[in-house]
T-cell receptor
Framework: EPEVTQTPSHQVTQMGQEVILHCVPI?????FYWYRQILGQKVEFLVS????????KSEIFDDQFSVERPDGSNFTLKIRSTKLEDSAMYFC????????????????FGPGTRLTVL | DAKTTQPNSMESNEEEPVHLPCNHS???????IHWYRQLPSQGPEYVIH???SNVNNRMASLAIAEDRKSSTLILHRATLRDAAVYYC?????????????FGKGTHLIIQP
């Protein structure tokens, strides 16, 4: 069964450094998402991406964050200058089967990248 | 998306049915009821969704009240692997690829 993959599984970085989190969505999906979950807290929506542009973003997704789909298969989240409070699990998700689906379809989540900012 | 209310936690025994309630009194006519779950140390996972009629799939059943102001996720025979946080989420059928709004969900504990 197709699945969303994320790398690395764990990223440790120093405060102020740039990090890029990588995701490979399900191959025939059209809509891509990033979420985060701070330890012990709710899963929070960050951003959605469709047709090579941001579709929706939350208040959390400020100028420090950016997303890109560089090559038609990968979907990345960049944090330009990490802060201690960026430490969290980051989940990528995809939805919208190219044959029949839409943006409101089931979202399939990856296993997450644990980001630790020191 | 409209708000949902779920109990913080529930406990059940292995191999018994589990009924997870969700209240959504402000649901609109175009809101679908979605259930996701998050197993320990994993990403959220889709379980089931419905609009008006009860729904069944290989994972669970979804019973929707006639007035749609509440719903119940039913696990017919819980196993230890069903221990997870279960989220009830309303999703409007309108356009746009906005994200899911997760609440705190119900932490389901399964006793062997």
């Amino acid at each position: 069964e197709p699945e969303v993959t994320q790398t690395p599984s764990h990223q440790v970085t120093q405060m102020g450094q740039e990090v890029i989190l990588h995701c490979v969505p399900i191959s025939n999906h059209l809509y891509f998402y990033w979420y985060r979950q701070i330890l012990g807290q709710k899963v929070e929506f960050l951003v959605s991406f469709y047709n090579n542009e941001i579709s929706e973003k939350s208040e959390i997704f400020d100028d420090q964050f950016s997303v890109e789909r560089p090559d038609g298969s990968n979907f990345t989240l960049k944090i330009r200058s990490t802060k201690l409070e960026d430490s969290a699990m980051y989940f990528c998700a995809s939805s919208g089967n190219i044959l029949a689906g839409g943006p409101r379809d089931t979202q399939y989540f990856g296993p997450g990248t644990r980001l630790t900012v020191l | 998306d409209a708000k949902t209310t779920q109990p913080n936690s529930m406990e059940s025994n292995e191999e018994e049915p589990v009924h997870l309630p969700c209240n959504h009194s402000t649901i609109s006519g175009t809101d679908y009821i979605h259930w996701y779950r998050q197993l320990p140390s994993q990403g959220p996972e889709y379980v089931i969704h419905g609009l008006t009629s009860n729904v069944n799939n290989r994972m669970a059943s979804l019973a929707i009240a006639e007035d749609r102001k509440s719903s119940t996720l039913i696990l017919h025979r819980a196993t230890l692997r069903d221990a997870a946080v279960y989220y009830c989420i309303l999703r409007d059928t309108g356009g746009g690829a906005d994200g899911l709004t997760f609440g705190k969900g119900t932490h389901l504990i399964i006793q062997p």
